[in-house]
C-alpha cells in the first residue's frame, strides 16, 4: 500500500499522465533526462523533479515493474496501486527517447544500403567502418549519415511517422543503435517504444 504520507494525483488526466510517464520511463530510462530538459518548465512534468509533491508518488509507480504498470495502465485510476510482489524485470536494450529529436531527410537508396548484411540485418562492422570515414564519434555529419541508414528502414514500417521516429532514434547513443541494427525485430521493436512514446507525449502534453 502506499504510505499515509504520500501524495497521490487529485485528478484522473494527472494519473494518467503520470503513469504513461513512469510506463515509458521504466522502459527506457535515459527518457527521464530527455524529458527534464525538454519540459522541465511545463508544470504538468513537475512530478519528475525532486522538490515536487508528486514526485515521491512518481518513484513509486517506477518502483512496481513493468508489468505491474501494464496492469494498472490498463485499468482506470480509479484507486491508489498497491504494491505486489515484485516481478522480473526487464528492460529494453535501448532506451528510447521522446518527440522532439532532428528529424533526418529521407535518404538516397545508396545510403540506405550501405552496411547491410544478410538474415535483413546489417553488418555492423562494416556499417561502423564507414560511419568512421565520414567523422567522429557525436559529429554532425555522422549523426546525418547513421539517420539515412536507419530512415528507410523505419519507413517501411512507419511511413508517416519515420522523420520523427528517426530524429528520436538519432538522440540516442551511437552504441546502442548499432547493435540494434543487426537484428531488425530488436530494432522494430524499440521503433515501436518509440512510437508508443511518441503518440503519448504528442496525446497527453
Known sequence: E??????????????????????????SPPLREYLLGKFGHDPSFGFLKEYNPLHAYFEHL???GPEA??????????AAPTKPTPPS?????????????AAAPPPPP????????????????SLLEMLNSVGPVGSEERSHRLGLVMYPIVEQWYPQQASKLTGMLLE??????????SDMDEFKDVANQALEALMEAEGGS
Do not use: F, H
Open 172 to 181: 540516442l547513443d551511437e552504441s546502442d543503435v548499432l547493435p540494434l541494427l
Open 89 to 101: 524485470t526487464s528492460t529494453s536494450t535501448a532506451a528510447v527517447a521522446t518527440a522532439g529529436g
Open 62 to 64: 517506477l518502483s512496481l
Open 69 to 78: 504498470l501494464d496492469e494498472i495502465v490498463a485499468r482506470p485510476p480509479t
Open 110 to 125: 545508396s545510403a540506405a544500403e550501405e552496411g547491410r548484411g544478410g538474415g535483413g540485418g546489417m553488418d555492423v562492422a
Open 2 to 27: 502506499l504510505p499515509a504520507s504520500m501524495e497521490v494525483p487529485k485528478g484522473r488526466p494527472v494519473a494518467e499522465k503520470i503513469l504513461r510517464v513512469a510506463r515509458q520511463v521504466q522502459k
